[in-house]
Structure formats: structure tokens, C-alpha cells
């Protein structure tokens, strides 16, 4: 039922599904008289079943096999064989975003340990963050696509990115907030992605690439048991 249907219009929409569906029901017990025992049909519903069972069957085997995960080496060689492969359609950067009030008291020591990297500093600026933030996200430990920042900052990062180096410390003061961020390290669009962010497009690329030849030798393997067993025999015209 569509939504913000009103009630003479929702008994009209019923009654047209209602009457559609005995339509369709009309034609379609029609055509099955007029077309059973359809050579055509009967093969297409055949083949629809068969493919069917056996994308069922494939993916039964494969949550079995799946359960044998890649490993972190083997990602990492895949990373490290491949980098080219792998590129940043967008900035990313580590570094800490806090959001307060301007009124905030001890604004002054906030803005001087945002910039540090101390544990001193990272102590006290947690401990200020508790108390005062509207937001506080540390991410000095990976990787965040810029696009992730939109709506936390009144600033457009991905304009920004061409002068991060000089602009390391944001500080923007607006609506009665005061936003701080830092910029610890940074990667610009089109530079090959870090490992982290490269990872799960990494872990795609070889399941299915797993997937692909597990079902090749599951089907290989099939065929052979089939011959073994004498299920399947070829017949040629000798007569030719």
C-alpha cells in the first residue's frame, strides 16, 4: 500500500490489485491449457531448475571452503606485489577532530595539546574532550577518506588537500562551536592506498579468485568421477 494513500483512494488501489491479479491469474491458467505439453517451455522450466540447483549447490560448497580465510600474509603479499592497483579516488588523513562550545573553559590549553602528540597531551586533551566536546574522533591510528569529515567540519577537506601541508592545525569557529583539527599525516587523491584501506578490496579480489578456481576443480573433479563411474560415455557416428 503506498504510503499517505487516503481511505477512498486505498479501497480503489486494493480493488485494482485485486483485479489485476485475477487478470493475470485468467490469462495465465489460459495459456497453460492452450500451451501444455509444450516441448519449449517444459525445456526452459527444466534448465531454469537445473541452474538453480546448481548455483544452491555452489554456494553450499563454497561457505565450506570459505571458512579456510585468507591470511594477513597473504594479503600483504598480494598488497605488496600490486600496489599500482590500488589508488586513493579521494584524501585521506590521520589525525584528531574535536568539536566544542566556544564558551568552553580552558579553550586556550585545548588548542595548544591538539597539536601535540605526547601521551601527556593525549591524556589531557581526552580528559577535556569528556567533559566540554561535542565531537571528538582520534583517528591518529588509521586511515579516514576525507568524505567521512563532511558535515563534522565547516570546511571542505577535499578543496583544502592540495595545501595540507601548510594547513596541519584547522581551527574554525562557527555557530557557537570552536572546530579543531589536526592533520598528523596525509595521502592526496590518485597516490597509491595504504594497506589498510586497501585490505578488504584485497580480500574480494582473492575469494573470488579462490571461488573461481575451487569451483573449476569441483566441477573438473565431478566430470572425472562421472567418467570413472560410467555415467558418461560418448558416442560417435562411425558411419562418417
Not at 577535556?128 to 568524505?147: I, K, M
Not at 583544502?160 to 595521502?187: A, M, P, Q, T
Amino acid at each position: 500500500m503506498p504510503y499517505g494513500i487516503s481511505g477512498s483512494d486505498s479501497m480503489r488501489f486494493v480493488n485494482e490489485f485485486v483485479q489485476k491479479w485475477l487478470e493475470e491469474q485468467a490469462l495465465y491458467e489460459k495459456a497453460e491449457h492452450n500451451v501444455r505439453g509444450d516441448e519449449k517451455i517444459e525445456r526452459m522450466v527444466a534448465e531454469y531448475r537445473r541452474t538453480l540447483v546448481m548455483n544452491n549447490y555452489e554456494r553450499m560448497l563454497l561457505l565450506q571452503k570459505m571458512k579456510e580465510e585468507l591470511t594477513e600474509e597473504e594479503l600483504q603479499e598480494y598488497y605488496n606485489e600490486n600496489k599500482q592497483l590500488f589508488i586513493l579516488e579521494e584524501p585521506v588523513i590521520k589525525g584528531v577532530l574535536i568539536k566544542v562550545p566556544i564558551e568552553s573553559p580552558g579553550l586556550k590549553d585545548l588548542k595548544r595539546w591538539y597539536k601535540e602528540k605526547s601521551d601527556e597531551a593525549l591524556e589531557e586533551m581526552e580528559n577535556y574532550a569528556f567533559r566540554n566536546s561535542v565531537l571528538y574522533e582520534y583517528f591518529y591510528e588509521h586511515w579516514l577518506p576525507v568524505s567521512e569529515l563532511e558535515g563534522k567540519i565547516i570546511v571542505n577537506l577535499a578543496e583544502l588537500s592540495n595545501d595540507f601541508e601548510k594547513h596541519r592545525n584547522i581551527e574554525v569557529e562557527y555557530g557557537g562551536y570552536c572546530y579543531l583539527l589536526h592533520i598528523d599525516e596525509y595521502l592526496l587523491k590518485g597516490q597509491e592506498k595504504p594497506y589498510d584501506l586497501a585490505r578488504h578490496e584485497i580480500i574480494n579480489l582473492l575469494a573470488n579468485k579462490r571461488k573461481v578456481e575451487f569451483m573449476n576443480n569441483v566441477k573438473k573433479d565431478l566430470y572425472n568421477k562421472s567418467m570413472e563411474m560410467g555415467r558418461i560415455k560418448y558416442y560417435y557416428d562411425e558411419t562418417k
